[in-house]
């Protein structure tokens, strides 16, 4: 991909005073990069807080019995950690932070379609955030319903559902907005001959999860609001002692969250689709069956809701079909792994830390691929469901998968928005603490809830006493990692050597164009693209000369 020169003598991003100074020149501004910035500090700050809740229940789960809290705190503190989570950090994670900064530098754009509705989203992520963690210290206590909300309990509970209900349904507008805006900043501010395909792998996940939450979105926003009216006005929608159906809200509630799970996932396949090439010196291995592979995710995932649902008593005809298109939506996850592999086969691979973590992502997301198939399969989803194995399985997916590809993002990306390379021992150091930590925490809940351990419980009885404690060790472990990892990344921000070197790595996309850190404007004078980022060259000497000089 080539590139009219970008502009290395423009204002940074990072030094460029507008009106506003100080805070103000911040949250009021609205370059897609500052906005990319604020969504990471704030998406940080309340990963910090869900993984302290994680935290707690895991010291809870130690031994037998009441330890430092008693059951209807656990129920809480499980409430918030999984509503932080899931919308607070999981959700908005890629799409919001290196979505925002990356997406219009990597088609050659300015800035996204709608600058300010970029930053409506923004005020609206905090506002619901806010309102999640505000209610906690509400009369009433949290909420204890689960991060699922599920009827009959959400409107029969005298905790403070109706807040954290209002919370996911502001959080729920702040990713329709973003969709939008990706949407019509993909089709409409491409650079001059940019294609769909030369387009870079993650942008086509951005564009496929874009589409998801737009459409999907909707759906929980408007279920959530009718769970507030049934507590407010008593109207008999889903309560079945109103008339109501409590499995509708399972149908409605599920239509959105398990294409949410690939609203999640996507963008951290877009960024390992990123990195294996660049790390391994090749071209990647089938550009176009990638990207297609990310639309059939998004269209495929939105058909498989009803997985969740095997046990509510459904037609035998409905279990066959949903258990069916179960096993399909695994075969575009499997054509990534495939082509990644293929790709890294008889490459020049050096081991940086962006590397380290997707080639984790791989195999912790195979893993949770895996065990999800298992659930897939009628007869063992019977015995395993509502059981830890279903814990170990969505944290191996969500957490494994698109945590770790967060950090992959952050470790890739974090030289180029900041102009300051971290201590790459120290990232490595941390990387084996995260993956042997998650292995440990999370393995063992595979094994305890195969034999019945139940999920959400807060006592168990003793024979599972070994499992707990191996995960409970696990998690010690995993947050030394995440210490290690952030404490590398804060010190690389503050006093890490500076660099304005616009290729750190070798990469072939557009941001690599740019200057470090980029400018205002991204470009002083825009793109124009002549060759795709993944084109096959026939000319192997040419490709062996550049990894003998990247080398």
Known sequence: MTANPSGVNSVSYLEYKGRHKGIKSWIFSTDHKRIGILYLISMLTFFAVGVTFGFLMRLELFSPGPSIMDPQTYNSIFTLHGIIMIFLFIIPGLPAVFGNFF????????????????????????????????????????????WTFYIPYSVRSGTNVVPALLAAFILGFSSILTGLNFVTTVHRLRAKGMTFFKMPLFIWSLYSTAWIQILATPIIGITLLLVVMERWLGVGIFDPALGGDPVLYQHLFWIYSHPAVYIMILPAMGVVSEIIPVFSRRTIFG??????????????????????????????????????????????????????????????????????????????????????????????????????????????????????????????WWPKMFGRKYKIKTAKTAFWFLFIGFNLLYFPMFIMGWLGMPRRYYDYLPEYTPYHRL????????????????????????????????????????????????????????????????????????EEKKTEEAV
């Open 103 to 146: 997406l219009p530098i990597m088609i050659g754009a300015k800035d996204v379609s709608f600058p300010r509705l970029n930053l409506l989203s923004w005020w609206l992520f905090v506002a619901g955030g806010l309102l999640a963690i505000i209610s906690v210290f509400l009369p009433g206590g949290p909420a204890d319903t689960g």
């Open 471 to 542: 995960s409970t060790i696990g998690s010690w472990i995993l947050i030394t990692g995440l210490i290690i990892m952030f404490s590398n990344l804060y010190s690389a921000l503050r006093r890490g050597e500076k660099t304005t070197e616009p290729n750190v790595w070798g990469g072939e996309t557009l941001e690599w164009k740019s200057a470090t850190p980029p400018p205002l404007e991204n470009f002083d004078v825009l793109p124009e693209v002549s060759e795709a980022p993944y084109e096959y060259k026939e000319n192997d000497e040419v």
């Open 287 to 412: 550009y176009k069956f990638i990207a297609f592979s990310s639309v059939a995710i998004a269209l495929l995932g939105s058909l498989v809701w009803a997985h969740h649902m095997f046990t509510v008593g459904m037609s035998n005809t409905a279990m066959f079909i949903f258990s069916f298109l179960t096993f399909i939506v695994a075969i575009p996850s499997a054509i990534k792994v495939f082509n990644w592999v293929a790709t890294l086969y008889k490459g020049s691979i050096y081991t940086e830390p962006p590397l380290l973590y997707a080639l984790g992502f791989i195999f912790l997301f195979s893993i949770g691929g895996f065990t999800g198939l298992m659930q897939g399969a009628l007869s063992v989803n019977m015995h395993i469901h509502d059981t830890s194995f279903i814990v170990a399985h969505f944290h191996y997916v969500m957490f494994g998968g698109t945590g770790f590809g967060i950090f992959a993002a952050m470790h890739y």
